[in-house]
Protein backbone atom coordinates (compact mmCIF):
# COMPACT_ATOMS: atom_id res chain seq x y z
CA UNK A 1 0.00 0.00 0.00
CA UNK A 2 1.06 3.91 -0.89
CA UNK A 3 0.46 7.28 0.07
CA UNK A 4 0.83 8.57 -3.24
CA UNK A 5 3.52 10.84 -1.93
CA UNK A 6 6.26 10.09 -4.56
CA UNK A 7 10.08 9.99 -3.17
CA UNK A 8 11.59 10.65 -6.07
CA UNK A 9 11.82 10.71 -10.11
CA UNK A 10 14.43 7.91 -10.99
CA UNK A 11 15.98 7.13 -14.84
CA UNK A 12 14.74 3.92 -16.85
CA UNK A 13 18.72 3.16 -17.51
CA UNK A 14 17.41 -0.42 -19.77
CA UNK A 15 14.02 -2.06 -20.88
CA UNK A 16 13.93 -5.70 -21.79
CA UNK A 17 11.01 -7.42 -23.44
CA UNK A 18 10.41 -11.03 -22.91
CA UNK A 19 7.35 -12.50 -23.90
CA UNK A 20 5.34 -10.70 -23.12
CA UNK A 21 6.52 -8.80 -20.47
CA UNK A 22 9.03 -5.80 -19.75
CA UNK A 23 12.15 -5.70 -17.24
CA UNK A 24 12.65 -2.03 -16.69
CA UNK A 25 16.14 -1.65 -14.84
CA UNK A 26 16.32 2.23 -12.59
CA UNK A 27 18.68 3.99 -11.30
CA UNK A 28 17.71 5.92 -7.55
CA UNK A 29 19.22 7.25 -4.84
CA UNK A 30 17.79 4.64 -2.54
CA UNK A 31 19.18 1.65 -4.33
CA UNK A 32 21.32 0.67 -2.04
CA UNK A 33 17.92 0.69 0.56
CA UNK A 34 16.00 -2.14 -1.29
CA UNK A 35 15.49 -5.74 -1.01
CA UNK A 36 14.62 -8.44 -3.30
CA UNK A 37 10.91 -9.34 -3.13
CA UNK A 38 10.52 -5.20 -2.00
CA UNK A 39 7.46 -3.78 -3.40
CA UNK A 40 8.25 0.36 -5.31
CA UNK A 41 5.65 2.31 -7.59
CA UNK A 42 6.40 2.74 -10.65
CA UNK A 43 4.09 6.07 -12.21
CA UNK A 44 1.67 4.64 -9.29
CA UNK A 45 2.40 0.88 -10.90
CA UNK A 46 3.24 -1.40 -8.01
CA UNK A 47 6.07 -3.69 -9.09
CA UNK A 48 8.36 -5.87 -7.22
CA UNK A 49 12.36 -5.58 -7.23
CA UNK A 50 13.35 -9.02 -8.73
CA UNK A 51 17.14 -7.98 -8.93
CA UNK A 52 19.39 -5.93 -7.60
CA UNK A 53 22.69 -4.83 -9.42
CA UNK A 54 26.07 -4.05 -9.16
CA UNK A 55 26.03 -0.57 -10.91
CA UNK A 56 23.30 0.70 -8.43
CA UNK A 57 20.55 -0.25 -10.60
CA UNK A 58 17.35 -2.27 -9.42
CA UNK A 59 15.15 -4.74 -11.97
CA UNK A 60 11.05 -5.45 -11.57
CA UNK A 61 9.07 -7.07 -14.25
CA UNK A 62 6.00 -5.69 -15.52
CA UNK A 63 3.64 -8.33 -16.72
CA UNK A 64 1.43 -7.62 -19.90
CA UNK A 65 -1.86 -6.92 -18.24
CA UNK A 66 -0.11 -3.83 -16.28
CA UNK A 67 1.39 -2.87 -20.07
CA UNK A 68 -2.22 -2.56 -21.49
CA UNK A 69 -3.88 -0.60 -18.26
CA UNK A 70 -0.57 1.44 -17.67
CA UNK A 71 1.57 3.67 -19.26
CA UNK A 72 4.84 1.35 -18.66
CA UNK A 73 4.65 0.07 -21.92
CA UNK A 74 5.51 3.58 -23.72
CA UNK A 75 8.02 4.30 -21.63
CA UNK A 76 11.89 4.21 -23.12
CA UNK A 77 15.53 4.10 -21.27
CA UNK A 78 16.20 7.73 -20.32
CA UNK A 79 12.47 8.57 -19.24
CA UNK A 80 12.25 9.38 -15.34
CA UNK A 81 9.15 7.59 -13.66
CA UNK A 82 7.84 8.47 -10.28
CA UNK A 83 8.82 6.58 -7.37
CA UNK A 84 7.22 5.39 -4.06
CA UNK A 85 8.15 2.47 -1.74
CA UNK A 86 5.41 0.90 0.26
CA UNK A 87 4.15 2.92 3.32
CA UNK A 88 5.54 2.12 7.05
CA UNK A 89 2.33 1.82 8.98
CA UNK A 90 3.75 3.49 11.90
CA UNK A 91 3.98 6.71 9.80
CA UNK A 92 1.55 9.29 8.61
CA UNK A 93 -0.66 9.31 5.78
CA UNK A 94 0.18 12.32 4.02
CA UNK A 95 -1.48 11.58 0.47
CA UNK A 96 -4.75 9.05 0.55
CA UNK A 97 -4.62 5.05 0.32
CA UNK A 98 -3.08 3.90 -3.02
CA UNK A 99 -3.21 0.52 -4.21
CA UNK A 100 -0.85 0.64 -6.74
CA UNK A 101 -3.03 -0.93 -8.83
CA UNK A 102 -3.69 1.19 -12.02
CA UNK A 103 -7.34 1.44 -13.30
CA UNK A 104 -6.38 3.21 -16.93
CA UNK A 105 -4.53 5.68 -18.69
CA UNK A 106 -5.62 9.34 -19.43
CA UNK A 107 -4.09 11.43 -21.90
CA UNK A 108 -3.30 15.33 -21.13
CA UNK A 109 -4.80 17.71 -23.33
CA UNK A 110 -4.15 21.17 -21.58
CA UNK A 111 -1.88 22.87 -19.03
CA UNK A 112 -2.79 26.08 -17.59
CA UNK A 113 -0.08 28.48 -15.32
CA UNK A 114 -1.89 29.98 -12.89
CA UNK A 115 0.29 32.54 -10.56
CA UNK A 116 3.43 29.94 -10.45
CA UNK A 117 1.58 26.87 -10.25
CA UNK A 118 0.17 24.65 -13.16
CA UNK A 119 -3.29 22.91 -13.71
CA UNK A 120 -2.95 19.75 -15.62
CA UNK A 121 -6.16 18.66 -17.95
CA UNK A 122 -6.32 15.17 -18.29
CA UNK A 123 -9.15 12.96 -20.00
CA UNK A 124 -9.62 9.31 -20.49
CA UNK A 125 -12.41 6.96 -22.04
CA UNK A 126 -15.40 6.77 -20.69
CA UNK A 127 -16.25 2.86 -19.70
CA UNK A 128 -19.79 2.54 -18.22
CA UNK A 129 -19.01 -0.73 -16.96
CA UNK A 130 -15.99 0.73 -15.22
CA UNK A 131 -17.87 3.60 -13.97
CA UNK A 132 -20.71 1.67 -12.05
CA UNK A 133 -17.53 0.08 -10.36
CA UNK A 134 -16.67 3.53 -9.34
CA UNK A 135 -13.77 4.54 -11.05
CA UNK A 136 -15.27 8.11 -11.60
CA UNK A 137 -13.53 11.32 -10.02
CA UNK A 138 -15.65 13.70 -7.99
CA UNK A 139 -14.66 16.74 -7.49
CA UNK A 140 -12.30 17.68 -4.34
CA UNK A 141 -11.86 14.23 -3.64
CA UNK A 142 -8.52 12.23 -4.67
CA UNK A 143 -7.06 11.07 -7.93
CA UNK A 144 -3.80 9.59 -8.13
CA UNK A 145 -2.04 10.30 -11.22
CA UNK A 146 1.61 8.30 -12.31
CA UNK A 147 1.30 7.64 -8.51
CA UNK A 148 0.74 11.20 -6.95
CA UNK A 149 -1.60 11.80 -4.52
CA UNK A 150 -3.56 14.65 -6.42
CA UNK A 151 -6.86 16.71 -5.52
CA UNK A 152 -9.23 16.85 -8.02
CA UNK A 153 -10.89 20.26 -9.41
CA UNK A 154 -13.59 20.17 -12.45
CA UNK A 155 -14.23 16.94 -12.49
CA UNK A 156 -16.11 15.91 -15.43
CA UNK A 157 -17.74 12.85 -16.86
CA UNK A 158 -14.32 11.95 -19.14
CA UNK A 159 -11.73 14.34 -17.37
CA UNK A 160 -10.52 16.53 -14.69
CA UNK A 161 -8.23 18.90 -13.77
CA UNK A 162 -5.40 19.03 -10.74
CA UNK A 163 -3.34 21.42 -9.73
CA UNK A 164 0.24 21.26 -9.37
CA UNK A 165 2.32 23.44 -7.16
CA UNK A 166 6.15 24.10 -7.82
CA UNK A 167 7.31 21.78 -5.57
CA UNK A 168 5.54 18.77 -7.29
CA UNK A 169 6.40 20.11 -10.36
CA UNK A 170 9.96 20.03 -9.45
CA UNK A 171 10.38 17.18 -7.80
CA UNK A 172 8.18 14.66 -9.58
CA UNK A 173 7.96 13.81 -13.66
CA UNK A 174 4.78 16.33 -13.91
CA UNK A 175 7.84 18.61 -15.22
CA UNK A 176 7.71 16.11 -18.22
CA UNK A 177 4.09 16.07 -19.16
CA UNK A 178 3.07 18.12 -22.02
CA UNK A 179 0.06 17.65 -24.10
CA UNK A 180 -0.63 14.57 -25.75
CA UNK A 181 1.28 12.65 -22.52
CA UNK A 182 -0.10 9.38 -21.63
CA UNK A 183 -0.49 9.31 -18.02
CA UNK A 184 -1.37 6.37 -14.92
CA UNK A 185 -4.84 6.55 -13.39
CA UNK A 186 -5.96 5.18 -9.73
CA UNK A 187 -9.55 6.18 -8.75
CA UNK A 188 -9.82 6.30 -5.17
CA UNK A 189 -10.59 3.09 -3.32
CA UNK A 190 -13.02 4.27 -1.23
CA UNK A 191 -15.68 5.02 -3.86
CA UNK A 192 -14.84 1.82 -5.28
CA UNK A 193 -16.20 0.08 -2.42
CA UNK A 194 -19.05 2.55 -2.03
CA UNK A 195 -20.31 1.94 -5.53
CA UNK A 196 -20.06 -2.11 -5.12
CA UNK A 197 -22.27 -1.85 -1.83
CA UNK A 198 -24.63 -0.19 -3.96
CA UNK A 199 -24.64 -2.89 -6.40
CA UNK A 200 -24.68 -5.85 -4.23
CA UNK A 201 -27.53 -3.71 -1.80
CA UNK A 202 -29.92 -3.59 -5.06
Known amino acids: MFSGIVEEAATIKKIERRGGNIDLTVECTFTDELKIDQSVAHNGVCLTVVSLN???TYTVTAIQETLVRSNLGVLKAGDRVNLERSMLMN?????????????????????????????????????PELISKGYVTVEKGSVTVNGVSLTVCDSEADSFRVAIIPYTFEHTNFSDIRPGTKVNIE???IGKYLSRLMQLSK
Open 54 to 56: PDN
Open 187 to 189: FDI
Open 91 to 127: GRLDGHIVQGHVDCTAVCTDIEEVDGSRYFKFNYKVD
